[in-house]
């Protein structure tokens, strides 16, 4: 999605909202969780959308400061859970030692990794650079504990994986929230969960589910990396909706939301 399309997406859902083009009235603010949002609450909810980051480079020496820290954690803890289990916990790390060590798990994994490409492909994703662990200030392991309140939770006795899945909602709230206070969000994902396990004495039975990277940086790209770099392209809206049933592009009923789709895909690119 350009950014043409973005602004021009964000322009129309701002235009919706029953206040748009009005100051915001006495009262009209984050805190305030009545009611809907305002335009300008809309505008800096889809900014953040669409500006995330999966940030691996451009880090600065600034400090994350312990306010705009909590603030980012809480967000994450106010994450949607199955059962209200709230399974996550957080791994906060700024030990020079540690994350080395979690680095050399990383370089480990990459070579591991890069057995199953070949030539050209190869080259080019050893040539990327997809960590900041020690370029970043703060590094935050995220887990799931499936033992929080006991073995039954409502809502995942059919769907194990929900758990895990709650543990990610909680990384996107983490990376928006850190988003819109201007720090930089990097998921290292080539990482072995035993050696995380062993560095951060982390026990059986609990998940490594996210290493992140957190700091200010000095931009935020305009595009993410990999698709900057030609690794992979961005799909088409229409691309990724079906209706009704897998794999069906169209059905009754469901023309305006296609048309809409289309027609600013293909105009705005």
């Not at 070949?118 to 590094?139: A, C, Q, T």
Request: charged share 25%; hydrophobic share 40%; net charge neutral.
């Amino acid at each position: 999605m350009g950014p043409l399309y973005q602004g021009a997406l964000l322009s129309f859902v701002c235009a919706q909202a029953p206040d748009a083009g009005r100051p915001p009235a006495h009262g009209d603010q984050v805190g305030r969780m009545d009611g809907g949002f305002t335009s300008d609450e809309k505008s800096g909810f889809y900014k953040a959308v669409y500006s995330r980051r999966d940030v691996r480079s451009g880090f600065t020496q600034r400090p994350v400061e312990a306010g705009v820290l909590g603030r980012i954690l809480d967000a994450a803890h106010h994450a949607p859970s199955v059962g209200f289990s709230q399974p996550w916990n957080f791994i906060l790390i700024k030990d020079e030692a540690s994350r080395g060590k979690v680095r050399d798990s990383f370089y480990k994994e990459r070579e591991r990794s890069a057995a199953l490409v070949d030539g050209e492909r190869k080259s080019k994703y050893l040539s990327l650079k997809l960590e900041g662990i020690l370029d970043s200030p703060v590094n935050v392991c995220v887990t799931y504990d499936p033992s929080k309140f006991g073995p039954f939770v409502i809502g995942r006795s059919a769907i194990p994986d929900t758990g895990v899945y709650s543990v990610c909602c909680a990384v996107q709230n983490l990376w928006l929230a850190a988003r819109a206070e201007g720090v930089g969000v990097g998921w290292v994902s080539i990482l072995s969960n035993d050696a995380l396990r062993e560095i951060l004495g982390i026990p059986e039975g609990v998940l490594p589910v996210a290493y992140l990277c957190l700091g200010y940086v000095d931009e935020f790209a305009t595009k993410p990396d990999l698709e900057a770099a030609g690794w992979l392209p961005r799909l088409g809206l229409p691309e990724v909706v079906y209706y009704e049933r897998w794999g069906r592009g169209d059905a009754p009923g469901w023309e305006a939301v296609r048309d809409l789709m289309k027609s600013n895909l293909d105009t705005l690119k």
